[in-house]
């Protein structure tokens, strides 16, 4: 697991040695993550076993956007986790205040869009995870040169 200035965490979900972050809430969801089983995911929301962790389980195709096209989210409620199933993309981060926003904070669905230029590029690869905290504006889903279908599941943990 590797820690960054931006605050998000990287790491796999087989590392046999579990790095705890700082924040618990995020430690129990990474242990749901290593537990659950993928296979049975739907399309779409899907619950845990905690009422603060869901996931979205997503199937897409990485985009082609150039660097200014980017459009970052950050949330203020929850936590993101990224977690790579199938494939390989980039996720594109920066803190909030070093963009310019685009829309004001959603409260229902708990995100605020912005436009600017990426600080970090991090690659995930199947089996990677990556967590952002509320204050890492991040953009997903950017072509990193694989050429398929990307599975993913991105958690979000009530922080």
């Known amino acids: 697991m590797i820690m960054r200035d931006i605050k998000m965490i990287i790491g796999n979900i087989n590392e046999q040695v579990f790095n705890k972050s700082a924040n618990e809430k ?5 242990l749901i993550i290593r537990k659950t089983d993928f296979g049975k995911a739907l399309p779409g929301k899907n619950t845990t076993e905690n009422d603060e962790v869901f996931f979205n389980y997503i199937s897409a195709y990485a985009s082609a956007l150039q660097e200014n096209e980017v459009e970052f989210e950050a ?5 993101d986790i990224h977690v790579m199933l199938r494939g390989e993309e980039f996720i594109y981060l920066s803190k ?16 605020a869009l912005f436009a600017g230029t990426a600080s970090e ?6 089996g990677d995870y990556l967590v952002c905290m509320p204050e890492d504006a991040h953009a997903p889903l950017i072509n990193c040169g694989f050429d398929g279908e990307i599975q993913k599941a991105v958690f979000k943990v009530r922080l």
């Open 26 to 30: 995020i430690n129990n969801a990474i």
């Open 75 to 79: 949330h203020k409620e929850y936590a």
């Open 96 to 111: 909030t205040d070093k963009l310019v926003k685009k829309t004001e904070y959603d409260i229902a669905g708990d995100y």
């Open 121 to 126: 590029k991090v690659k995930l690869k199947a």
